[in-house]
């Protein structure tokens, strides 16, 4: 009888164990100020680091997204050699994903639009931010904020996959979309398969 109780509670236990391995999995620990993430695309994978400390709100934000996996199957829709490769927003069929609220512009925070960083797309708005963001593929000094306005916030690095970004960068595109009408779209969209959040080291 003992020994059927015994293994019970050890089955039970190791059920729950499993279990919460299994969620956190694909979560960030409070304390890790700069967690990592892996891009997995149709052109290879990246690695960028967030930078938490300087920007809570937009890595907190984008973090949801990740954790939701709702970049899962999303396009690059956005190329411009030379400038950005912008992606986040589209399914393959070009249908607009889910956003949550808006968020607060961090773009203040010392992180300047260079060459390898990552930062969020908006509108005009100045707090217009949701899910799209974007790699800088140059230093793009137009777009840090200045005694003009607002910038784009920039939230992470690449680590790892330079000659990926440079893929993607170079895909060519269409000066306009027949489908979407917009300008830079890439004939053939690159495909964000899904972003994974890596071991806490």
């Known amino acids: ?23 956190n999995a694909n979560t960030v620990q409070p304390n890790n100020l700069f967690p990592k993430v892996k891009f997995v695309t149709t052109e290879g994978d990246i690695v960028v680091e967030l930078n938490r400390a300087k ?81 800088n593929v140059n230093d793009n000094e137009s777009l840090n904020p200045s005694t003009k306005g607002w910038g784009y916030a920039v939230f992470g690095w690449v680590v790892e996959g330079e000659a990926v970004l440079e893929k993607l960068a170079a895909v060519e595109t269409e000066f306009y979309h027949k489908q979407t009408g917009w300008p830079n ?10 972003i994974e959040i890596l071991p806490q080291q």
């Open 1 to 23: 009888m003992r020994t059927a109780i015994k293994l019970a509670v050890f089955v039970v236990f190791t059920a729950l164990f499993v279990a919460s391995a299994s969620t």
């Open 55 to 135: 920007a809570p709100i937009t890595v907190e934000n984008f973090l949801q997204y990740v954790q939701a996996g709702s970049y899962n199957n999303t396009i690059f829709h956005r190329i411009i050699p030379g400038f950005v490769v912008q992606g986040g927003g589209y399914t393959e069929n070009f249908e607009a994903k889910t956003m949550f609220d808006p968020i607060f512009n961090e773009s203040g925070n010392g992180m300047l639009n260079n060459y390898g960083t990552i930062a969020m797309a908006r509108v005009n708005d100045p707090h217009s931010a949701t899910r799209q963001f974007y790699f």
């Open 185 to 194: 779209v890439p004939k053939n969209p690159p495909v964000l398969k899904k």
